[in-house]
Structures are given as structure tokens and as C-alpha cells.
């Protein structure tokens, strides 16, 4: 049976053994996905996996950070890569990095 894509992220996630990107991520499944979409994925995995483990597993994210001055972005309503820091208005941006986890 094919994995829908989320599942395959899903897998990735739970198998990789650091944190990866969007585009990490979009390359470990093998199939291209805008990344846009991949961010999308990841907020319903976020709530689907907790829900679905009862809380034992979660989805964890790095947050983005600014490579010129190393301001973090905390405060981010969704999974995105800021397109430029508010500090110092640099484009020059890490992006997010995701990982599955689990409580044992
Ligand atoms: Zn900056």
C-alpha cells in the first residue's frame, strides 16, 4: 500500500536522528513537495501524532534563526521560514528544523 505523503514524513521524522528542513525532509520522501505545502503537513502531524499517541510522541521544532546576527524566532504563529530578521533586516535566514519525539 502507498504511504500517503504525510505518513512518509511522518516515518522520516520519526527515523531521522537530527532535526531536519523542509527540504530535508522533501528530499528523504523522495518526492517533490513545495515547501509551502511541507509546513503545511507538518501542522496537522504536529496535532494528529499527539492526539494519536495520547501525548507520548510530539512533533519538535528548532526554531529559524538570523546567520548574521543570531537573533531566534520564537514567537512564530505557524512553521515558516522568515524571509528576513527584524533585527538587523538580514535575508540571510536558517530555516526551521523538525523532528518527531517521543516521551519514555
Ligand atoms: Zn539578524
Not at 531521522?16 to 513545495?34: F, Q, W
Not at 507538518?42 to 507520548?56: P, Q, T
Amino acid at each position: 500500500m502507498d504511504l500517503t505523503i504525510r505518513e512518509r514524513i511522518i516515518q522520516v521524522l520519526r527515523n531521522t536522528s537530527k532535526p531536519l528542513t523542509v527540504d530535508e525532509i522533501s528530499s528523504a520522501i523522495g518526492v517533490y513537495v513545495d515547501a509551502r505545502e511541507v509546513y503545511e503537513h507538518l501542522v496537522h502531524i504536529a496535532k494528529s501524532i499527539r492526539a494519536r499517541s495520547g501525548g507520548r510522541e510530539y512533533l519538535a521544532m528548532d526554531p529559524p534563526f538570523c546567520r548574521k546576527c543570531g537573533y531566534v524566532f520564537r514567537d512564530l504563529d505557524k512553521p515558516r521560514k522568515p524571509s528576513r530578521c527584524p533585527r538587523c533586516r538580514s535575508e540571510w535566514i536558517s530555516p526551521p528544523r523538525f523532528i518527531i519525539l517521543s516521551v519514555d
